[in-house]
């Protein structure tokens, strides 16, 4: 009787592992079948299918959810790179685009300056002629370096409460050389000196941009005016021109990284003083807008924050 009893036993107990064998297979089948699903979502891109899905607080839901922010992070670092990527090829493009013009006068120049039958006179002018354009080739190539890096937050600048009219003298005296060559004359409207939230070298510079834009476009024995107008939260910077104007369509477009007007395209330009200027402002948590009519003058109006707590909570 015991006998047949440790048999019985037995019987059950090996009846029982089978069971819980065949329990435990089916639900590694289970999982391994539930898996095989979620990889295949992955590997045909149905992220968004897999959020979908109705998960309930399961180890399912938590390997899923884990898999979902890897994968999350891993296309948020390939969309960055591919950014980067996007964004080198495009500045080598535009710096091959702008620098070929210049390149080929001076391979021409120097083509030219082997001709021993040149008088010194012609060869001073050819050789001018070079500097000007290797001038030009390091100036495009430094301002599309500087535009890309304020695109990116690679130059960072802190900006401060500081006087505008030393500002505002600094761009004057960047370009006094330009304005005299054209026999351009350059004034401020008598003002006080307001303190506005800027960085004094960065937003000369974007003034200086404004101010051989203005100079470029304007005719010999021209005027070219600065006024200063203090408002509530802003205080507006005026430069004024009698230069050719800017079609009202055009507006938003020349502050564009290459822009050139319809109506100015065959004269000397890179399209960058203004995007450049643009940039900075934007830094500083001030802006830029125009006013202009065809053939009568344009005037870019610089605006800077009155208050750094104002610009501290935007």
Not at 82 to 92: D, V, Y
Not at 102 to 115: G, K, Q, S, Y
Not at 265 to 284: K, M, N, P, R
């Amino acid at each position: 009787m015991r006998m047949e009893t440790m048999v019985c036993v037995f019987g059950i107990g090996m009846a029982l592992s089978l069971l819980l064998l065949g329990l435990m297979t089916a639900y590694f089948l289970r999982e391994w079948k539930k898996l095989d699903e979620i990889l295949e979502y992955v590997e045909n891109g149905n992220l968004d299918k897999l959020r979908g899905s109705d998960l309930r607080e399961t180890r399912e839901s938590r390997v899923i959810s884990k898999l979902l922010r890897i994968l999350d992070a891993a296309q948020f670092k390939e969309k960055l790179a591919m950014g980067e990527k996007a964004q080198a090829l495009e500045l080598t493009s535009n710096l091959s685009h702008q620098l070929k013009t210049p390149l080929a006068n001076i391979v021409m120049n120097m083509e030219l300056l082997r001709d021993e039958g040149l008088t010194q006179e012609e060869q001073k002018e050819f050789l001018k002629h070079t500097e000007s354009q290797a001038r030009k080739m390091q100036w495009l190539m430094n301002s599309l370096l500087k535009a890309s890096r304020l695109e990116n937050g690679i130059i960072q600048f802190q900006a401060r409460m500081s006087g505008v009219k030393e500002t505002i003298a600094k761009a004057v005296s960047a370009v006094y050389a330009q304005a005299s060559k054209k026999k351009i004359s350059i004034f401020m409207e008598e003002s006080q000196d307001f303190m506005l939230y800027h960085n004094v070298k960065w937003t000369a510079e974007a003034m200086t941009n404004i101010l051989e834009n203005a100079i470029k476009y304007s005719p010999e024995n021209g005027r070219i005016r600065i006024t200063i107008n203090k408002m509530e939260l802003y205080t507006g910077i005026t430069v004024s021109d009698e230069g050719i104007g800017i079609p009202e369509e055009e507006y938003h477009l020349i502050f564009q990284r290459f822009y050139r007007g319809k109506g100015v395209e065959q004269q000397e330009g890179s399209g960058l003083g203004l995007y450049l200027a643009q940039l900075i402002l934007q830094h500083e948590k001030g802006y830029i807008t125009v006013s202009s009519r065809p053939g009568r003058g344009s005037s870019f109006h610089i605006f800077l924050l009155n208050d750094c707590a104002v610009a501290e909570r935007q």
